[in-house]
């Protein structure tokens, strides 16, 4: 499976089958798919380690979690929800649940100069586990995030990002050459909007990810710019020009 499928079938998994284990194989997979993860800011230093569940604070019944360290530079939210959702629809591709655990809370806040970011748990899953169909999903629709002309499978794979408390913090604008992602900071919702601030900026990390892995499978060629504008009510995160229209 590519990771473009995955995008339509990956689940946030919040139970797990205790008698299924992440093999020493799969273990040596993963390490390797961190290792390898693309950055959306190059400059910007990550690094990520993997513990057993019970030595952390996450109380889903995961086996294992992932801690994610980075360097406090500009962007360096959006470029860990990027490079975790890489690793998070390739799980999906060999049947390892995972989820986003944004409440997950470690004593080490510092290794190596990197600040203490976010974590990731995953666990040995089933094909069952996962979403079958699209209708699955609890999503805005199209038309209320993208604005514009529009490729309808890019609209419809966007549409499927996760995000913290399915805030869904994004709005996209395009005139067919140019595609402009913006977050979205006002929202209704009394948890969100508390949770927001910190959370919003893994969640377009993400959503820019899934933009690009769907602007790849469908043949478009573009060029990305990004922004760091500070927090408006909505606020310009990246515009891609594109190429081959």
């Avoid at 400059?43 to 995961?62: D, L, M, Q, S």
């Avoid at 510092?110 to 999503?139: H, P, Q, V, W």
């Avoid at 979205?184 to 919702?189: E, L, M, V």
């Amino acid at each position: 499976m590519e990771l473009y499928e995955a995008v339509f079938k990956r689940k946030s998994m919040r139970k797990f089958d205790e008698k299924l284990k992440i093999s020493d194989e799969e273990m040596n997979l993963i390490q390797s798919k961190l290792k390898s993860l693309k950055k959306l800011t190059p400059e910007t230093e990550v690094e990520f380690v993997i513990k057993p569940r019970r030595e952390t604070n996450c109380r889903i019944n995961a086996e294992y979690c992932i801690l994610a360290y980075t360097q406090d530079k500009p962007l360096w939210k959006e470029n860990i929800g990027y490079m975790l959702e890489q690793l998070d629809l390739y799980l999906a591709t060999v049947n390892i649940g995972s989820c986003w655990y944004g409440l997950g809370k470690t004593k080490e806040q510092e290794l190596n100069g990197k600040l203490y970011a976010i974590m990731f748990c995953f666990g040995k899953s089933t094909s069952n586990d996962f979403r079958k169909d699209e209708n699955e999903f609890d999503r805005k629709k199209v038309e209320d995030i993208w604005q514009g002309l529009k490729n309808d499978n890019i609209a419809n794979a966007v549409r499927l990002a996760p995000s913290a408390c399915n805030s869904q913090p994004w709005k996209v604008k395009s005139d067919g050459k140019e595609i402009s992602v913006y977050l979205r900071q006002k929202t209704d919702n009394v948890l969100t909007r508390a949770l927001s601030k910190y959370f919003n900026g893994f969640d377009m990390g993400i959503f820019l990810y899934i933009l690009e892995l769907a602007l790849d499978k469908h043949g478009y060629l573009y060029e990305r710019q990004l922004f760091d504008n500070g927090e408006t009510e909505l606020t310009l995160l990246a515009k891609y020009a594109v190429l081959n229209l």
